[in-house]
């Protein structure tokens, strides 16, 4: 399998677009690579490839091909998805295409709420947008569950940092209250409301000016991220839905109230969000006279390929040439922190994925 070009960084590895070699054919995927240690046993791309797994029936996650561990680094690949919604900074989307990524979202985390997993990292990074298929056409999946655990332990709380990212995590997370699904529906909130705005009162367009708060909060406090943290938690408690969403269809900040006032052990009423948007949807194309003719702007590019996951059997294995390993000291690398768990009945085997032999060679 040898590589082309970098799709990501992330806090865990690279991502990368790699071609797949299967009976004299080869197909676009995805390799995201994390260093581990040999002696790790429960890892942080296994975590995450069973994750994967356990919601394959969902077409808004990301087809999973393969898990892969070598002797400092494990891999996973899967299917390659186009750009993220954090990767096209300047645009605002119409609010046509903002109403259809909010249902697909919608079925995405009840997918995964369902299986009794919070994926805690609701972010513009971790949300694509992929190409139609033969037979699949154009959606948005959501990726990167790094960060995911089960929703029995986050309900139980007892955790005393943030979890997720600073920009869209909710606001019961910054007081460091126990999460339930709501964490996430509130994280889908502030994205809906940032590509519909182009910003939000604690979040720029551009970073600039979160780095001058950095550096200024640095040299008054020494606590820098500390504290820009808690005054974003506090500019998310003064903003309600209602006051974010003036001049937009109030669905979007009604989500944010909704999603706020849910307790870690409340079940989203996912059916009654879903009729809401596809209700304020029809209205508001009645009111623009203007319904959306052909889908999304973004991503014209169509793969004609079938998706290996459904057709195929055995992944052909490449010759191991290991040929540039990034070697570090620190002995715990890739291990999952206690509170990233999974649910009791979850399954713990790898059974629908392939074991990956990866070639790390360059591609010519
Ligand atoms: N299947 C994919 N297809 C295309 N691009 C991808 C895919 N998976 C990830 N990426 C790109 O790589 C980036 C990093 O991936 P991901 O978020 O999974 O990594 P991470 O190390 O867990 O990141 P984070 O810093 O968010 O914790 C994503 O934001 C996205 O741009
Ligand atoms: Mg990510």
Same mark, same amino acid.
């Given at each position: 399998?040898?590589?082309? +070009?970098?799709?990501?960084?992330?806090?865990?590895?690279?991502?990368?677009?790699?071609?797949?070699?299967?009976?004299?054919?080869?197909?676009? %995927?995805?390799?995201?690579?994390?260093?581990?240690?040999?002696?790790?046993?429960?890892?942080? /791309?296994? $975590?995450?490839?069973?994750?994967?797994?356990?919601?394959?029936?969902?077409? $808004?996650?990301?087809?999973?091909? %393969?898990?892969?561990?070598?002797?400092?680094?494990?891999?996973?690949?899967?299917?390659?998805?186009?750009?993220? #919604?954090?990767?096209?900074?300047?645009? @605002?989307?119409? &609010?046509?295409?903002?109403?259809?990524?909010?249902?697909?979202?919608?079925?995405? #985390?009840?997918?995964?709420?369902?299986?009794?997993?919070?994926?805690?990292? &609701?972010?513009?990074?971790?949300? /694509? /947008?992929?190409? %139609?298929?033969? +037979?699949?056409?154009?959606?948005?999946?959501?990726?990167?569950?790094?960060?995911?655990?089960? /929703?029995?332990?986050?309900?139980?709380?007892?955790?005393?940092?943030?979890?997720?990212?600073?920009?869209? %995590?909710?606001?019961?997370?910054?007081?460091?209250?126990?999460?339930?699904?709501?964490?996430?529906?509130?994280?889908?909130?502030?994205?809906? #409301?940032?590509?519909?705005?182009?910003?939000?009162?604690?979040?720029? @367009?551009?970073?600039?000016?979160?780095?001058?708060l950095f550096t200024s909060e640095w040299a008054t406090s020494g606590k820098p991220l500390q504290s820009i943290r808690e005054k974003i938690g506090r500019t998310k408690e003064a903003w309600s839905g209602e006051m974010l969403s003036s001049g937009l269809p109030p669905v979007f900040g009604d989500l944010l109230d909704y999603a706020r006032r849910l307790g870690p052990n409340d079940v989203p009423a996912y059916d009654m969000l879903r009729q809401r948007f596809q209700h304020d949807r029809t209205e508001s194309q009645i009111e623009e006279d203007n319904p959306p003719t052909s889908g999304f702007p973004w991503g014209s590019k169509n793969i004609t390929q079938d998706d290996p996951f459904i057709t195929w059997e055995q992944i052909e294995v490449p010759s191991d040439s290991l040929t540039h390993f990034r070697l570090g000291n620190d002995w715990w690398q890739g291990e999952l922190p206690a509170e990233i768990d999974l649910p009791n009945a979850f399954n713990y085997v790898l059974d629908s994925a392939w074991n990956l032999h990866v070639d790390v060679s360059w591609a010519a």
């Open positions: 399998m040898p590589r082309r +070009g970098r799709l990501g960084t992330g806090s865990m590895g690279d991502v990368w677009a790699v071609k797949l070699h299967y009976e004299g054919s080869m197909f676009d %995927a995805a390799l995201k690579e994390s260093r581990v240690c040999g002696h790790v046993v429960n890892t942080n /791309l296994k $975590h995450e490839a069973l994750i994967l797994q356990a919601l394959q029936h969902n077409r $808004h996650i990301p087809r999973l091909y %393969a898990y892969g561990r070598q002797k400092h680094f494990e891999y996973i690949a899967m299917e390659q998805c186009g750009p993220s #919604l954090a990767q096209d900074k300047s645009r @605002i989307m119409p &609010v046509s295409e903002v109403f259809e990524l909010a249902l697909q979202l919608l079925d995405a #985390l009840e997918a995964i709420h369902h299986v009794g997993i919070l994926h805690a990292d &609701v972010t513009p990074g971790n949300i /694509l /947008l992929c190409p %139609a298929k033969l +037979g699949v056409p154009q959606r948005f999946v959501i990726c990167d569950f790094s960060l995911s655990r089960s /929703l029995a332990t986050s309900a139980r709380g007892g955790v005393n940092h943030l979890i997720g990212s600073m920009h869209w %995590a909710s606001v019961r997370s910054h007081q460091h209250q126990a999460l339930g699904p709501g964490h996430d529906l509130e994280g889908l909130a502030y994205i809906l #409301l940032y590509v519909l705005k182009g910003w939000l009162p604690w979040k720029p @367009i551009d970073d600039a000016s979160v780095g001058e």
